[in-house]
């Protein structure tokens, strides 16, 4: 069974930063993309982050490029997400999610991300 648990949000000042975990479970987890999404109250749930197996290739979206950095270490089953230059627009909550090739196939529960003064 797949289980994924997303830790480190909270709320920071815009232009602060925060750092996102997902610790992974019930499955081979180096043999899995894995995924950072979120959603933002009244919107579509969009992919933020996604980084391949080996952790050799990411994609990012176009608003959180050079803001964002995804990265695993496959031997703590951990996925993570460095958030620097934080942006009021960046509130949502976000989730932690297995990729099968460009589709989720699993979900944590999210962690909620608030940036505000």
């Known amino acids: 069974q797949v289980q994924l648990v997303e830790s480190g949000g909270g709320l920071v000042q815009p232009g602060g930063s925060l750092r996102l975990s997902c610790a992974a479970s019930g499955f081979t987890f180096s043999n899995y993309g894995m995924g950072w999404y979120r959603q933002a109250p009244g919107k579509e749930r969009e992919l933020v982050a996604a980084i391949t197996s080996a952790g050799r290739t990411t994609n990012y979206a176009d608003s959180v490029k050079g803001r964002f950095t995804i990265s695993r270490d496959n031997a703590k089953n951990t996925v993570y997400l460095q958030m620097n230059s934080l942006k009021p627009e960046d509130t949502a909550v976000y989730y932690c999610?297995?990729?099968?090739?460009?589709?989720?196939?699993?979900w944590g529960q999210g962690t909620q991300v608030t940036v505000s003064s």
């Open positions: 999610s297995r990729q099968s090739g460009w589709f989720p196939s699993g």
